[in-house]
């Protein structure tokens, strides 16, 4: 008998270690499509980030460290040299080489709807040196290249399984990642399961990974709660304190990437003929009213950093000196009187509807009240605040950014005349040179003197008023152990560990 | 009865073109471009954006977008979603299937809650247990579904770990699991409709029992349970089942805000990220499954009141 239930106790004993171990991951939005040259959501790249290994990735310091690439040399300013991992394979067996580097960026070069070809424009061609080595030349010198190869566009994808598959690569997606794609069912789950020939298989601890869209913060802190995910990422500041208490759970924080700020319509149809859209002084006023600390406390729990420039503290072009507060009333009111505008002068103020900026909006509203301003808050669904803001329909937009780990990518799209995401439509020669300028050196004290120049010219036109950095929030299981908190907010799956 | 059958069935298709006219018109009036929001970080660029508008027809007039996409649905084809990029046919036989078993449960709680509260109510008439159901009524169609599915949440998965707090595993995978994960989620959903169904239940039975026959039927001698059953329920269930089949319209749409609680991937959820999206193929899609489902419901309550009723079956 007693040896009976010895075995019966061996055998539970082996088929719990022989069960498959799976990491459960909430995600704050469902994402869009499952293919890197088409994508666009901030979640999916956090599922390429099981999915597909890149040319490169970020450390904690933020620093470019080889992944599919091993090492780079610049032979001249717009000649980078790849040398590539040798005994990669992709999902579907296909061998990763220069072959497949040379096709996939020229994918997100040409394919129709690319959302990399923005990101990569600079490159002029790809030549294969050999199969471990990779040549890409650039039409220019830019700076920002290597990083963006740390994200979407550094995804490289097998030719022959892509090129089968055409237009419905993201129904069933094939890299080169630790993890291969199992399934997926819009707005429930994705199914990841481990990679048996992933080149970096010592550091891959789970055998499955599922990742669930849940947009509401109470539903994911719930779940989190009632341990049925092991890790969320975006948790609210609101939502720490329930998450700490829980000893089942711990909470890790990295500064974020991204920025939240207020646009100003300075020349993007009638509407920018505002009173405070045609005048800087009654911008420099409108900030000067603002506590971007105490905006931060009230809403955020003081978890988020007042900030007054779209780059993070934790980018090495990060401007110390300037200076985030305090409020100054008396400055305001004076820069009000010098504008000759009589007050109340009525500002509106358009704002995304969900949680976090409408009660930003409030805090800012009360506090601009003092100063002179009468803010009138637009609550707009957030696709009709985006159409708005494009069409020109605001005086001035609550808006943030995800950020890029090149200032660049926070800098360029929004501040240079005449490209993507400039609303306000803002023409300065000094700012477009200086952002040129920064993207043709790669040395950071120099860089770091061109945008001090542009961040001088935009301190006094304020285009953009920028309020704080937000924190990366993630509330993981006690238990899960090499969780690695970079700042671009991506779960790294490798290292990941569930302990006893 | 056949030809009647016959013509409710032939009014399914005109009904079907109406609501596919005014749902193609009606998201049109919604604010924000969808090209704007496909764009994503390129929405400043009017080349963009105007390759997205040629790629998906919305640089047609919309009479020209309507038969393109009429015409598709005709041959089967409900189009692509816009966001994801999987066909909406898929979509919709993923979610149909979820959204159904969550009605079916719903309103089966909802049965099984409203109408015995109903009668006990109307046989209590302004005692005791009469006030006990009314009140039970008045809660269950206060209480918002969201409150009530993040208090079911925190109590029965956090604080007592019963149930899983969220997600889906359906009947075929696991159907202890997906009784498990679908229970909490019927039952906030079932909750508002019980109440409907209690009120409703207990004003046809008062009616009822001050009629005639249940008079007579008391006189006979009958035992009062068999009154109240077979003679009085059966008849004041008539009203009942209509309103059954217009809260089950109802538990389609409803169990939008159940499903964002829960992260249940249905319908419901479905169609408010498609809004939220701008997918528009996707919207359409599911507005003329839900109305086709909402007719056959409709049609079915007709038939059923033949069955109840046998008075009507000669007409």
């Known amino acids: 008998m007693r040896r009976t239930l010895l075995a019966v106790a061996c055998l539970l004993t082996f088929s719990a270690a022989a069960q498959a171990q799976t990491l459960r991951i909430a995600l704050r939005e469902d994402l869009d499509v499952l293919d890197p040259t088409l994508a666009r959501s901030y979640v999916g790249r956090i599922v390429f980030a099981g999915l597909c290994d890149k040319l490169f990735d970020l450390n904690e310091k933020l620093e470019i460290v080889p992944q599919l690439a091993t090492s780079y040399e610049w032979t001249d300013p717009t000649t980078l040299v790849l040398h590539l991992r040798q005994g990669v394979t992709f999902h579907n067996g296909e061998t990763f080489d220069a072959e497949a580097v040379k096709f996939t960026l020229e994918r997100h070069l040409t394919m129709q709807g690319s959302f990399r070809r923005s990101e990569i424009s600079s490159i002029d061609h790809v030549d294969v040196v050999d199969p471990a080595t990779v040549r890409i030349v650039l039409k220019s010198p830019s700076s920002p290249f290597l990083a963006q190869l740390t994200d979407r566009a550094g995804i490289i994808l097998p030719p022959k399984a892509t090129a089968a598959a055409g237009k419905d690569f993201t129904q069933h997606p094939v890299c080169s990642g630790p993890f291969q794609f199992g399934e997926r069912v819009a707005q429930d789950r994705i199914v990841l399961d481990k990679f048996p020939g992933y080149w970096d298989a010592k550091n891959i601890h789970f055998d499955k990974v599922v990742y669930r869209p849940m947009p509401d913060s109470a539903v994911l802190t719930a779940n989190l709660l009632a341990g049925s995910i092991d890790l969320a990422e975006r948790v609210l500041p609101t939502d720490v304190a329930a998450v700490k208490a829980n000893a089942k759970l711990r909470i890790v924080t990295s500064p974020a990437l991204g920025y939240q700020g207020i646009t100003f319509n300075i020349a993007n149809g009638e509407r920018s003929k505002a009173p405070i859209d045609q005048s800087p002084l009654l911008r420099q006023a409108f900030e000067a009213a603002i506590d971007r600390q105490a905006l931060v406390d009230v809403v955020y729990a003081g978890m988020y950093q007042p900030n007054a420039q779209a780059v993070s503290p934790a980018s090495p072009y990060y401007m110390a000196d300037i200076p985030t507060g305090p409020r100054d009333l008396a400055k305001a009111r004076a820069l009000i009187k010098q504008s000759g505008v009589p007050t109340p002068i009525t500002v509106t103020m358009n704002v995304p509807n969900t949680a976090g900026p409408a009660q930003e909006a409030e805090v800012i509203q009360a506090m601009v009240r003092e100063a002179g301003f009468d803010l009138k808050i637009n609550l707009i669904e957030f696709a009709s605040s985006l159409s708005a803001a494009t069409q020109g329909n605001f005086e001035t937009y609550l808006i943030g950014w995800s950020g890029r780990a090149d200032p660049d990518g926070n800098l360029y799209a929004f501040m240079r005349s005449n490209v993507g995401q400039n609303d306000a439509h803002y023409s300065n020669a000094v700012v477009d040179d200086m952002l040129d300028k920064a993207r043709g050196v790669s040395d950071v004290a120099t860089r770091r003197g061109f945008y001090a120049k542009m961040w001088q010219q935009e301190r006094a036109d304020m285009p953009l008023l920028y309020l704080y950095t937000p924190v990366n929030i993630v509330g993981i299981s006690a238990k899960l152990t090499g969780f690695r908190p970079v700042p671009d907010g991506m779960i790294r799956l490798q290292g990941l560990e569930m302990g006893k | ?315």
């Open chain 2, 1 to 315: 009865m056949k030809s009647h059958l016959g013509s409710r069935l032939a009014q399914i298709v005109p009904t079907l073109l109406l609501v596919s006219v005014l749902v193609f018109c009606l998201q049109q009036l919604m604010p924000g471009d969808p090209a704007v929001v496909l764009a994503g970080e390129e929405r400043g660029d009017p080349q963009v954006l105007a390759q997205i508008r040629a790629e998906l027809w919305l640089d047609r007039s919309l009479p020209v977008q309507y038969l393109h996409w009429i015409g598709n649905v005709l041959r089967g084809n409900l189009g692509q979603s816009w966001h994801i990029r999987q066909p909406v046919a898929q979509l919709i036989a993923e979610k149909l299937p979820v959204t159904l078993q969550l009605g079916a449960m719903a309103f089966v709680i909802a049965v099984a809650i409203g109408v015995p509260m109903g009668v006990i109510a109307a046989v209590h008439r302004n005692r005791f247990w009469d006030y006990v159901a009314n009140a039970i009524g008045l809660a269950g169609l206060s209480t918002p579904t969201f409150w009530l599915g993040i208090m079911l949440i925190l109590l029965l998965s956090v604080d007592l770990g019963w149930l899983p707090p969220s997600g889906y595993v359906s009947l075929t995978e696991d159907w202890v699991q997906s009784l498990a994960t679908t229970i909490m989620p019927a039952f906030v959903l079932g909750n508002a409709i019980a109440a409907i169904l209690m009120r409703h239940t207990r004003s046809a039975m008062l009616t009822a029992l001050d009629q005639d026959y249940v008079r007579t039927a008391r006189a006979k001698g009958l035992t009062e349970w068999r009154v109240l059953i077979w003679h009085a329920l059966r008849n004041a269930l008539m009203p009942v089942i209509t309103l059954g089949a217009l809260e089950l319209g109802t538990l389609l749409s409803g169990a939008v805000l159940t499903e964002q609680v829960f992260s249940i991937p249905g319908f419901g959820k479905m169609v408010v990220d498609a809004v939220f999206n701008r997918d528009y193929p996707v919207v359409q899609g599911v507005v003329l499954v839900t109305a086709f489902l909402y007719v056959v419901l409709n049609l079915l309550a007709d038939m059923l009141y033949v069955i109840v009723n046998p008075r009507l079956r000669g007409s």
